[in-house]
């Protein structure tokens, strides 16, 4: 077997290596890392990835803000498959996140040499950044592969000229037509403005830098600018179902406008907002990164300082080699002014790669400039894998014997150069050391990831499956379903255990008389609940009730919901309601809606229960709605009472109290059992 086939064979079996380390890293403790399920993860999945399952199939969905439907149509494969669960909603990103490490080899191997894209693929898939968006359920990691791909047929298309474009090599003579490669680029690049906003802006960077050839090049551009107008026209063509449906719903797309703070401003004049987001967007990189709890460290930088130096070098470099065809050009229109030229020079292919690299990197971090948050490691998602070729592009300028900046013999094989193959495992070893541990224990474990991903409630889930229950009460702010789903997937398919949810700022549920409660706030009821066995899950305590009320003659109304006690304190002016369920409630159908949901559709809760003040007269002086309870959890049989909390203006005397319960979103009261729509309380002296 000749040298260069051992070569070829070895650079299969190590991306095939990579790839399958980047997977391991991508799926291992992936059901605890995230610590929990985020409300935009489930959004994203079991609401408009169902919409697919569901048959209601479109290129733009109006929830949420508005997404793109590429990645849940993907994902709607999984979820039909496997569930709502880790398989179901987190895959996918898996498959998406690990595709884009030997993508980012590829082409790192087409622009420069095969060590540079070993070290950028390598250094991807260690990284922070690549892990926190290849564990989560978010169509943001479909686009960098996407690009990697429209990027890696654009170049093919390029060099199918004849002239070779890979740093090092010299070039052929043989031409052929690069249509097909530019027509997938195309179709890529297309595939992008379906994912995700950033998507747009693969074709800002493709005309940018047609541009820079056309400046400096312009053999090369005549060459080649009719397969680039045809690649251009069928992005465009594939674009228009996107464009006609965002013009026929143009309120879809609020999360942009809602987001581009600091382009707003500027139109007013104001341009220091958009001046601070530029600075903190360009210092993520090494002082002061994305902010969200969600998805970072807060203000974590993408790297160290290690990392820090070899990326800003990677810049350095790049718009070095970027500019220099630029200013010969420029000697040489003046040398042709003076009448002293002897003939344009040539342009290396370094000075392509570099200024298509930087051109990629600064067009995939401008989203950031003009949006909140600055810094965003998910708006700035397009750029993630320019950013660590760039971070690679000082292995291969030591690889390519390149350390005299002037020195123009490119030839020189990376195997020959040591130094530059410990500069690739220095930087590798300190992405690796650092990113590794801060993501798979250090940013799971703080306080407010677990708040935000509902680390506590997996914990509950955990207790459940070890020690089933048959009714528990758990504590919640009932800002929505999520919750309840959240705990409804940790919990195992032979687990019976029937859940009530509750808020405990304003309720309590007598029964069932066990709750998991103190947490995320601690219970306005705590003197009447007594720990058991203490016992915790997550920030939770199971409690049971010991309060024992005296209980009027229940007053059924007609979903099935009565009123058995009333209790009102003039000194807090709190009136406090006693319920029990009757029977199976008799409840609206809650379809499962987005946050925020689309536009024109009503997402809140179907059933209240009203309170008023009256006076002597009857005549109303406050209120205080609400329904502290989620009445789709409850059963017949369970009791709970709830607080109504109201503030009399100075000089107003309360003489009764009305209540009842009606539909918040027609304004229909439900009438009881005999007839009435409320139930009065006398509460003077």
């Known amino acids: 077997m000749t040298q260069s086939r051992i070569t070829h064979h070895v650079s299969r079996f190590t991306i095939l290596a990579l790839t399958l380390a980047a997977f391991a890293l991508r799926l291992w403790r992936l059901d605890v890392v995230p610590p929990g399920w985020r409300d935009d993860e489930l959004i994203n999945s079991l609401v408009i990835s169902q919409k697919v399952l569901d048959g209601d199939l479109a290129v733009y969905y109006a929830d949420a803000s508005g997404h793109e439907a590429l990645y849940h149509a993907l994902n709607a494969i999984f979820l039909g498959l496997f569930g709502p669960g880790v398989p179901g909603i987190r895959w996918l990103s898996v498959i998406l996140g690990t595709t884009a490490v030997p993508l980012t080899y590829w082409l790192g191997r087409k622009l420069f040499d095969e060590r540079t894209g070993w070290v950028a693929a390598a250094a991807l898939a260690l990284s922070f950044w690549s892990l926190m968006y290849s ?129 707003v401003e500027a139109r007013t004049g104001n341009f220091e907002p958009l001046l601070t987001h530029v600075r903190d967007t360009l210092s993520m990189f090494h002082s002061t990164g994305d902010g969200e709890w969600l998805y970072n460290i807060p203000d974590r930088p993408v790297f160290g300082p290690i990392g820090a130096v070899f990326f800003w070098s990677g810049v350095g470099l790049a718009f070095w080699y970027a500019l220099k065809p630029v200013v010969s050009g420029v000697r040489y229109h003046v040398s042709r002014f003076t009448h002293h030229a002897s003939g344009h020079p040539a342009v290396e292919p370094i000075s392509l790669a570099a200024a298509f690299l930087l051109l990629w990197w600064l067009a995939g971090i401008s989203p950031a400039f003009i949006s909140v948050p600055p810094a965003s490691l998910g708006h700035t998602i397009l750029a993630q894998p320019a950013v660590f070729l760039l971070a690679a592009l000082p292995v291969w300028w030591l690889a390519a014997g390149s350390w005299q900046l002037e020195n123009r013999n490119l030839s020189v094989s990376s195997l020959q150069s040591p130094v530059s193959l410990l500069m690739g495992i220095i930087l590798l070893v300190s992405i690796a050391a650092r990113d590794l541990p801060d993501y798979f224990v250090t ?125 009102y304190h003039p000194d807090t002016q709190i009136l406090e309601l006693g319920w029990q369920v009757g029977r199976e409630l008799d409840l609206p159908d809650v379809p499962l809606i987005s946050n925020p949901p689309p536009p024109g559709i009503y997402s809140g809760p179907r059933l209240y229960v009203f309170s008023q003040l009256w006076d002597a007269d009857d005549n109303f002086l406050t209120g205080d709605d609400g329904l502290w309870v989620d009445p789709a959890t409850l059963r017949p049989g369970d009791m ?46």
């Open 443 to 567: 940013w799971p474990e703080r306080g407010m990831v677990r708040f935000l991903y509902r680390a506590d409630i997996r914990d509950v889930a955990d207790y459940l499956n070890a020690h089933p229950m048959a009714d528990v009460g758990v504590s919640g702010l009932l800002a929505g379903p999520w919750d309840k789903i959240a705990l409804d997937i940790g919990l195992d398919d032979a687990v019976d255990t029937a859940v009530r949810w509750f808020n405990p700022e304003r309720a309590i549920l007598l029964q069932p008389e066990l709750s998991f409660t103190d947490y995320p706030v601690e219970s306005t009821y705590a003197d009447w609940l007594e720990p058991v066995d203490d016992i915790h899950a997550g920030g939770y305590t199971l409690s049971r009730v010991t309060r024992v009320l005296n209980l009027a003659e229940p007053v059924c109304f007609a979903n099935g919901l009565c009123w058995v006690t009333a209790v």
């Open 135 to 263: 564990r989560i359920g978010l169509r943001h990691i479909l686009l960098p592969m996407l690009a990697l791909a429209a990027f890696i047929f654009f170049w093919r298309g390029l060099a199918a000229s004849g002239w070779s474009l890979t740093a090092g090599k010299q070039p052929t003579a043989n031409y052929q037509l690069p249509t097909t490669n530019y027509l997938l680029s195309a179709v890529f690049t297309a595939l992008g403005f379906y994912t995700y906003f950033a998507g747009r802006g693969v074709p800002l960077i493709l005309l940018a830098f047609m541009g820079y050839i056309w400046l400096v090049d312009w053999e090369r551009f005549r060459r080649h600018w009719c397969g680039w107008a045809v690649m251009l026209g069928v992005m465009a063509l594939l674009a228009v179902p996107l464009l006609v449906t965002l013009n026929r719903q143009p309120e879809s797309e609020a999360r942009v406008s809602e987001l581009a703070v600091p382009l």
């Open 640 to 685: 709970f009472v709830q607080q109504h909390r109201f503030q009399l203006a100075e000089g107003s005397v309360a003489e009764t109290a009305v209540f009842g319960l009606y539909d918040p979103m027609t304004g229909e009261r439900i009438l009881t059992e005999d007839g009435r729509d409320y139930l009065r309380l006398e509460i003077g002296d």
